[in-house]
């Protein structure tokens, strides 16, 4: 079966410092995988996605993505942290090799991200 | 702009009242789905969509009703709500790129309140 996990419920990160937000998957086949964003009051915003070639993926608002096969890892990083990247921060994976229901994701449970001045 | 939309956002009813929840894109995605969010679960799908009049269930379906009528379209219909059907409810939409690598776009979210 089809799982993903984040591990943190929250994460507390100083404005200018570095952050990481972990997600771990676990899939039958190769992933796609995914991160979105979901700021107070709004919608989930699509971030960036994993299918394949370079590890390292790149997305909105300067965050970037590294894929690890061996460690089935999806953290989710940025060199200098924001206060307006406060949020909650969901990792979705889908299994290429099911049958597409609709598009389905597998959402993480999420973790909420502080960034303090 | 491209979007998808869902009204109403906020709802308070109360146990056994029938309601919908609408959702409209703009996009002519011919996906459609719907999520609800609770504390420390995620996203789980409630109903999917591949096409219009072509529907299946998700991951939590009891409880809810869809239809697609129109490509734009996909109500979710609680005929009798419960309780545990509190929650935050998400439709979402894409459109297959023949490799399962299309991205979802999600709506504002809706969050209901069944007392």
């Known amino acids: 079966a089809q799982s993903v996990a984040q591990p943190e419920d929250q994460v507390n990160v100083a404005e200018g410092n570095p952050l990481t937000v972990k997600c771990t998957y676990s899939?039958?086949?190769?992933?796609?995988l995914f991160w979105y964003v979901q700021y107070p009051n709004r919608g989930l915003q699509f971030l960036l996605k994993?299918?394949?070639?370079?590890?390292l993926v790149k997305g909105s608002y300067g965050f970037e993505a590294e894929f690890n096969k061996s460690q089935t890892s999806f953290h989710l990083k940025k060199p200098s942290a924001l206060v307006s990247d406060s949020a909650l921060y969901f990792c979705?994976?889908?299994?290429?090799?099911?049958?597409?229901?609709?598009?389905?994701?597998?959402f993480g449970q999420g973790t909420e991200l502080s960034v303090k001045p | 702009e491209a979007q998808v939309t869902q009204n109403p956002r906020y709802l308070i009813t109360v146990t056994g009242k029938k309601l919908t929840v609408t959702c409209s894109q703009n996009?002519?995605?011919?996906?459609m789905s719907w999520y609800r969010q609770d504390p420390g679960l995620g996203l789980r799908q409630i109903y999917y969509?591949?096409?219009?009049?072509?529907?299946d269930k998700g991951d939590v379906p009891e409880g809810y009703k869809v239809s697609r009528k129109e490509k734009r379209n996909f109500p979710l219909i609680l005929e009798s709500p419960s309780p545990n059907q509190t929650s935050l409810y998400f439709c979402?939409?894409?459109?297959?790129?023949?490799?399962?690598?299309?991205?979802?776009?999600f709506g504002p979210g809706t969050r209901l309140l069944v007392l």
């Open positions: 979705a994976v889908r299994d290429r090799f099911l049958y597409n229901q609709g598009g389905k994701l597998i």
């Open positions: 979402a939409s894409s459109s297959p790129t023949g490799r399962g690598v299309e991205t979802q776009y």
């Open positions: 994993y299918i394949t070639g370079d590890n």
């Open positions: 996009m002519n995605h011919e996906y």
């Open positions: 969509s591949m096409n219009v009049e072509v529907t």
């Open positions: 899939v039958s086949g190769n992933p796609y």
